[in-house]
């Protein structure tokens, strides 16, 4: 009895680690191999299939496009619509198919809005952008625009306003260039159907609004900032002075330059860098930014701009007569 | 991080579009309600249907809604999101109030959040404010006007007091406070 009294406290500490419930998800061993077996079948057959969504039962294109203009708040014209939905690929495939069973039906395709859709966005993105950085050159304004003009962003809009599905072309996922096409073709359907103020506020909203967060200046790229600084600095009569502020480590491979420069005894920037010549060219880089007021710390750029911007010209005017 | 999260995509907490900053755009695109016209339990959703339906395609005219009778299968709610998300949702036999509140959840997220793991709870596209650090961020500005060699700014200060010094200080404080108490 004693013998089982002293053993007690080793047995219950054993009872305590033997576990009583398992934890394991138990998955039979048929599973994996028939994974696999479905698997290679779906690669000997071509791969995964995407079926079109407009294939579905569930799928009703009228509504699809009542919901689209709806959801970004606008009024198409409904006709319009649709032509700026239908990528030329689909106008041939129907024709074809037209061909052979010996009847025609004729199918507009979005080329001609696609034009007036590029042409107005390229003249509001232009007048938008002078407006809210006033003081940036039209060097980068213009780097900018094509930017925000260019297939990859245009095609990343317009794939977030949910007109994926609803594009009538021959292939399916659509790639990028009949998404950025197909924006371009809405952006004209808007322009025709309502106004041009409208089309120009559906353009800011969605368009320019891709420049929240990002650096203004890294879309431009300047490949001489201390040339393009003094010819500017020369242009006001004044002359700029680089001087070396500060330097540690000289010689070693953890080197730091700080050059500052200045005009007219007043510092307009300063830079670093582990020469002397990159820590100028970063001071010149910083000098631009503050004459362009494209600082890092700049204020965020203005996205309410109501109707369209004033040119420069005529917004000179206006201050001149004030 | 859990196990059964290592297989999750994961992500930040991001607005699709910069959604919000020109205009408010529902991320919702379409909803399609599976359901039984006999079975019990679809009885919520028929409730649902027959109750709330009209009202909910009315209010929000950016989402279209399809409904699909299957006989004798479970319901089901399928949502499809602008950035391409599907979530897939069974509401076998849940109430009218509980799928009222489902289809609200549905309809004011941004997509398939429930899927993904977020790596952090905020998102910043600055991290630093203030620019990269040099040796001369945080310089001491006396040092500007100040004449080299300078015992002030030469000082030796930054070694730890060393053994001997700590043992000659508590000496002298010792005497002092001898002194105090032979007082």
């Known amino acids: 009895m004693a013998f089982f009294r002293r053993c007690l406290p080793i047995l219950t500490r054993e009872i305590k680690n033997i576990p009583l419930v398992k934890h394991e998800v138990h998955i039979h061993r048929w599973v994996a191999p028939t994974l696999m077996e479905l698997k290679h079948r779906e690669i000997r057959q071509g791969g995964k299939k995407t079926f079109p969504r407009n294939t579905f039962l569930e799928w009703n294109l009228e509504a699809e496009l009542y919901a689209f203009s709806k959801r970004l708040g606008e009024e198409?014209?409904?006709?319009?619509?649709?032509?700026?939905?239908?990528?030329?690929?689909?106008?041939?495939?129907?024709?074809?198919?037209?061909?052979?069973?010996?009847?025609?039906?004729k199918i507009k395709d979005n080329?001609?809005?696609?034009?007036?859709?590029?042409?107005?966005?390229?003249?509001?993105?232009?007048?938008?952008?002078?407006?809210?950085?006033?003081?940036?050159?039209?060097e980068g304004i213009s780097c900018i625009k094509n930017h925000l003009l260019s297939e990859n962003v245009l095609a990343n809009v317009c794939l977030h306003l949910g007109a994926k599905d609803i594009i009538l072309s021959a292939e399916y996922p659509v790639d990028n260039s009949t998404l950025a096409n197909t924006?371009?073709?809405?952006?004209?359907?808007?322009?025709e159907s309502s106004s041009e103020e409208k089309a120009a506020h559906f353009v800011r909203d969605f368009v320019i609004t891709q420049l929240q967060g990002q650096d203004v200046n890294e879309y431009w790229h300047i490949e001489d900032p201390w040339k393009m600084l003094t010819e500017l600095i020369a242009k006001t009569g004044a002359s700029i002075e680089p001087r070396l502020i500060g330097q540690v480590g000289k010689g070693t491979l953890l080197a730091c330059y700080r050059v500052g420069l200045y005009v007219d005894k007043k510092m307009l920037s300063t830079g670093f860098g582990e020469t002397v010549a990159i820590a100028k060219e970063m001071a010149a880089r910083e000098?631009?930014?503050?004459?362009?007021?494209?600082?890092?710390?700049?204020?965020?750029?203005?996205?309410?701009?109501?109707?369209?911007?004033?040119?420069?010209?005529?917004?000179?005017?206006?201050?001149?007569?004030? | 991080m859990s196990n059964k999260s290592l297989f999750i995509k994961s992500g930040f907490v991001r607005a699709p579009l910069q959604n919000g900053v020109g205009r408010y755009v529902c991320q919702l695109q379409r909803i399609v309600l599976k359901f039984c016209k006999s079975h019990g339990g679809s009885r919520g959703i028929r409730d649902f249907i027959e109750q709330d339906l009209v009202d909910f395609a009315k209010n929000s005219p950016g989402t279209v809604v399809y409904l699909k009778p299957r006989r004798h299968r479970s319901p089901v709610i399928v949502a499809e999101y602008l950035n391409g998300d599907r979530v897939w949702m069974s509401v076998h036999q849940?109430?009218?109030?509980?799928?009222?509140?489902?289809?609200?959840?549905?309809?004011?997220?941004?997509?398939?959040?429930?899927?993904?793991?977020?790596?952090?709870?905020?998102?910043?596209?600055?991290?630093?404010?203030?620019?990269?650090?040099?040796?001369?961020?945080?310089?001491?500005?006396?040092?500007?006007?100040?004449?080299?060699?300078?015992?002030?700014?030469?000082?030796?200060?930054?070694?730890?007091?060393s053994a001997t010094e700590k043992l000659r200080l508590l000496f002298e404080k010792q005497k002092l406070s001898d002194v105090q108490t032979a007082e």
């Open chain 1, 287 to 322: 000098a631009l930014k503050k004459l362009f007021s494209t600082e890092d710390n700049m204020h965020p750029i203005n996205y309410k701009l109501e109707g369209m911007p004033m040119t420069k010209s005529q917004s000179r005017q206006q201050t001149m007569l004030s």
């Open chain 1, 76 to 105: 198409f014209d409904s006709e319009l619509l649709l032509q700026a939905f239908t990528d030329r690929s689909y106008v041939i495939k129907e024709e074809m198919k037209q061909t052979e069973m010996d009847f025609a039906l």
């Open chain 2, 94 to 161: 849940k109430t009218h109030s509980e799928i009222t509140k489902w289809i609200e959840n549905l309809r004011t997220q941004q997509g398939d959040v429930a899927a993904t793991r977020l790596r952090k709870y905020q998102y910043t596209d600055h991290p630093s404010i203030q620019g990269p650090w040099t040796p001369f961020t945080f310089k001491d500005p006396e040092l500007n006007t100040a004449v080299l060699p300078d015992p002030k700014f030469g000082a030796n200060n930054r070694l730890p007091v």
């Open chain 1, 111 to 138: 080329r001609e809005l696609s034009d007036k859709g590029i042409k107005f966005m390229e003249e509001y993105v232009q007048l938008y952008l002078e407006a809210v950085l006033p003081r940036f050159p039209k």
């Open chain 1, 183 to 191: 924006f371009k073709a809405i952006v004209g359907a808007l322009y």
